[in-house]
């Protein structure tokens, strides 16, 4: 088959949970186990790094890789979902998997495939375990897909397990309470093995304690020990940021670099800085050079996109993949500070939000429209993925919130519509989603 038959067949025979939702989520393990049984137990043959938590884990995990790929470590990073290329999932050092590996793969496997019947997602984890084995790394960032306990990454016992944070989020597969989120992320905490938790919350931090406890497992929160302050006072930086950290009140790295941007920075900064100490005994070269030169680089070691990312200007496009109550609530927060701060030269008028979305068909539209703001101009589209949601249905919504705007027939047209609309000091914010966000993505390099 050509690479592009290979991709057909996959979406064709596997279901995908990012197109069809919760009829694609596996709640065991058994296909997984199955498919690496029969591929030689690759996930055993690297040493990994498990990444999971609601918020802020894709980000994690490509910090850590620039992190590890700057302290000279064959790095394979594992994320989900992909925005453009479906080969963004499986990177290393930060070259995607080659067509010809996924051709390969598919080929030399279909029959297990047809026969195990895995999940599209499922195919992928052990589609990532089998390329880091045959490519040898020294280390793989290993991002969770959904939840913890019963995700098809939890085969792998890791160096170290990180949960960012937890707040509500897929409540239809996961539960509608913060310990009962807490308790499937939790799942990824394994016997012996040390586990950093991002932020502390009164709610889902005694689930932790209490599952690494059973595992013995030593459990810090980074948050308690590390504070990171932005340099420019205001955060308003848009591409990339400057940061103090402070380690149990004492300063510990000045200056440091971050090839992005976003309100979100300075927590996952955080967990990536305590990591790294946590990794420093078992991984050679990890200390305060490979931070910085790593997190200097970001973008240009580990291809990160969707986040943040500034992609025009007069007016100021930016996109953000922020999806859920707490991504979408502190992006918001920020995003209004931002256009509060711009203003037109000339006039003195302030600038103006236009706001591009859409979202998919089971999401809790209520709880997350009280954080858009209600003075923007709003752009509705259903982006191309089944579960997209109807864009006149997603504005009939929204007007009860008192959020106005028009329909799109695709997120194309409403981006274009935004652009004739915006002034340029105005800014056209691209969010909800991030299947929309993928839609207006530059193609990658």
Not at 110 to 130: G, H
Not at 152 to 158: R, V
Request: hydrophobic letters at 45%; charged letters at 20%.
């Amino acid at each position: 088959m050509t690479y592009r038959e290979t991709l057909d067949f996959l979406y064709a025979q596997l279901p995908m949970y990012h197109r069809v939702g919760a009829s694609a989520f596996k709640k065991d393990l058994t296909n997984i186990i199955a498919l690496c049984e029969h591929l030689g137990q690759p996930q055993r043959q690297f040493r990994s790094i498990h990444v999971g938590g609601t918020n802020g884990k894709g980000s994690v995990s490509h910090m850590l890789a620039a992190v590890c790929q700057s302290a000279g470590l064959k790095t394979g990073l594992y994320i989900s979902p992909h925005y453009k290329d479906f080969r963004e999932r499986i990177k290393v050092n930060g070259r995607y998997i080659p067509q010809g590996r996924v051709v390969d793969f598919v080929g030399r496997h279909r029959d297990a495939i047809e026969r195990i019947q895995p999940s599209f997602f499922e195919m992928c984890v052990a589609m990532a375990f089998d390329h880091f084995a045959r490519e040898k790394v020294d280390i793989a960032i290993i991002e969770v897909g959904l939840g913890g306990r019963l995700d098809s990454t939890n085969i792998i016992t890791p160096l170290l397990s990180i949960i960012t944070n937890i707040s509500l989020d897929h409540i239809n597969m996961l539960g509608d309470t913060l310990p009962a989120i807490a308790f499937e992320k939790a799942g990824i905490i394994k016997p012996g093995v040390s586990v950093l938790i991002g932020e502390t919350h009164p709610e889902s931090a005694p689930v932790f304690e209490k599952k690494a406890a059973e595992c013995e497992s030593p459990i810090v929160f980074a948050d308690r020990h590390y504070q990171v302050l932005e340099q420019d006072g205001g955060g308003l930086a848009l591409t990339e940021s400057t940061f103090d950290v402070l380690k149990d009140g004492q300063v510990f790295l000045r200056d440091l670099r971050v090839d992005a941007a976003g309100p979100y920075l300075s927590k996952n900064l955080a967990t990536v800085v305590h990591a790294a100490g946590l990794l420093r005994p078992v991984l050679p070269g990890i200390g305060e050079q490979s931070l910085r030169a790593g997190l200097g680089q970001l973008r240009t070691l580990t291809r990160f996109i969707g986040r943040w990312q500034v992609i025009g200007q007069r007016p100021l496009i930016l996109c953000d993949s922020a999806h859920n109550e707490a991504g979408l609530r502190l992006a918001f927060a920020h995003i209004e500070k931002m256009t509060a701060a711009m203003k037109d030269p000339e006039t003195g008028r302030p600038a103006s939000l236009h706001v591009v979305t859409g979202m998919v068909n089971d999401k809790d539209i209520d709880a997350v429209f009280r954080y858009f703001p209600a003075a923007a101009r709003y752009y509705f589209a259903k982006a191309r993925v089944p579960r997209g949601l109807e864009a006149t249905i997603l504005q009939e919504k929204a007007s009860k919130w008192g959020l106005k705007g028009k329909a799109y027939v695709s997120v194309g047209n409403a981006l274009a519509a935004a652009r004739r609309a915006a002034g340029p000091e105005d800014m056209i914010a691209v969010i909800g989603s991030i299947f929309v966000v993928a839609e207006v993505l530059p193609p990658p390099r």
